[in-house]
């Protein structure tokens, strides 16, 4: 493969056709939309029942007796911090390998995010160097389940029990994952989701956190709804400090849909995560490692390049995309290196995130890709990597 090839330095691209981007919704979503606006009801509080039948479906499916539908993964997670009462000065662990609202909704409270490394082989939290973080102050631990992959819950949950602390799963790219058959929201205190466009399931925007305990999800509905939970007795009657979190009906009718597709989703997704798998497997490119117990629902496809090649990845990356393909970076830098956790005064020492975040970049596994999307993706890849690693 010679320079001049490449489309990135003239060659002639993989792909000449326009990417263009299909969202997964159909007709069965635009009619639940619509039933919705002939209903007038839009909200709960104009007598809407959606919101609380996507609550109850969705929290039964992802292993939890209760669900609090938000406006977001983020205001879900602000709400699962919120609700656990953490506050300024204590600590959450988190891992540095995730997008920022993990640990962002911990500052937004004036508590403090520890950086906890991740595993090498899952990405996800080690359980190891989360129990040598662990200090007086340690409040809770937000394991991510990142890119669709099941932190080690059954560990994280042991370590969480033995020092009294609370877990609540980022679980935003992780929709129907399951560890040993048990759904991944059936661990810890609160998991939340987001049901953002590019997720494995979504409403456009939202989230949801659900949770097992009575009185915690209380305190969810509480801080979603302005500190008090409005019905004809209570109206004004504010308990606390909350906020207006609240999912709309028109998103809720669309994640009832979008709830009875995603184990189709999901397995679509792993059906193109091992089409890259088995596609790139030449390239010495370092691909995703499977472990059975887990069930990955490959929210996306990490890909590594070589230890020692980290040097490379923009021009990678940008070779990649001048083929006509789209690839992303998720994530480049371990989060306590951008500016918003150094300006808060925090800092980090994680190396396995620092070494996967210098050389990983993500390929996009949605379920609407066709077999040519498929095929242009693994054969820009493969033309790439023939250049800059002889693969
Ligand atoms: C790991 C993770 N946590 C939290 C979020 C926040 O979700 P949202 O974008 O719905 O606020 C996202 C979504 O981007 C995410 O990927």
Not at 105 to 117: R, T, Y
Request: net charge neutral; charged share 20%.
């Amino acid at each position: 493969m010679n320079k001049e090839q490449l489309a990135l330095f003239g060659g002639v691209p993989v792909r000449t056709s326009v990417w263009i981007w299909k969202s997964s919704f159909g007709d069965e979503e635009a009619n639940a939309v619509h039933t919705i606006v002939k209903s007038g009801k839009l909200s709960v509080f104009r007598g809407g029942t959606a919101v609380r039948e996507f609550e109850e479906k969705f929290a039964q499916f992802s292993g939890a007796k209760y669900g609090v539908a938000t406006t977001s993964g983020t205001t879900a997670l602000h709400s699962a911090v919120t609700a656990l009462g953490i506050t300024e000065g204590d600590e959450v662990l988190v891992p540095p390998l995730t997008f920022v609202s993990t640990a962002s909704v911990v500052l937004q409270e004036k508590a403090i995010p520890v950086f906890v490394d991740v595993e090498p082989t899952s990405y996800c939290m080690s359980p190891q160097d989360l129990e040598s973080k662990i200090t007086k102050r340690t409040k809770a631990i937000i394991p991510v389940h990142i890119y669709g992959h099941p932190a080690d819950m059954y560990k994280i949950c042991d370590i969480a029990r033995r020092y009294n602390l609370a877990v609540i799963s980022d679980s935003a790219q992780a929709h129907g994952a399951k560890i040993k058959n048990q759904p991944i929201g059936a661990f810890g205190n609160i998991s939340c989701y987001s049901f953002f466009q590019t997720k494995n399931m979504t409403t456009g925007e939202g989230g949801m956190a659900i949770t097992n305990d009575d009185a915690l999800a209380r305190k969810l509905r509480l801080k979603r709804e302005h500190g008090s939970i409005p019905n004809q007795h209570t109206w004004y009657a504010y308990e606390e400090l909350g906020y207006n979190y609240a999912m709309t009906e028109l998103q809720a009718a669309v994640g009832l849909v979008q709830l009875k597709r995603l184990e189709g989703f999901n397995e679509r997704r792993r059906e193109n995560a091992s089409f890259y798998q088995a596609q790139l497997s030449k390239t010495g490119l370092v691909l995703p490692r499977i472990n059975e117990e887990f069930y990955h629902v490959f929210h996306n496809f990490p890909i590594l390049l070589p230890e020692g090649k980290s040097h490379l990845r923009s021009e990678f990356v940008a070779a990649i995309r001048a083929e006509g393909v789209p690839v992303d970076i998720c994530y480049p830098v371990p989060l306590y290196e951008t500016n918003l956790f150094r300006k808060a005064g925090i800092s980090g020492r994680c190396p396995n995130a620092e070494s996967i975040t210098s050389r990983i970049f993500t390929l996009f596994t949605d379920p609407a890709l066709e077999t040519p999307d498929l095929e242009n993706i693994c054969a820009a890849v493969i033309k790439v990597s023939q250049f800059y690693l002889g693969g």
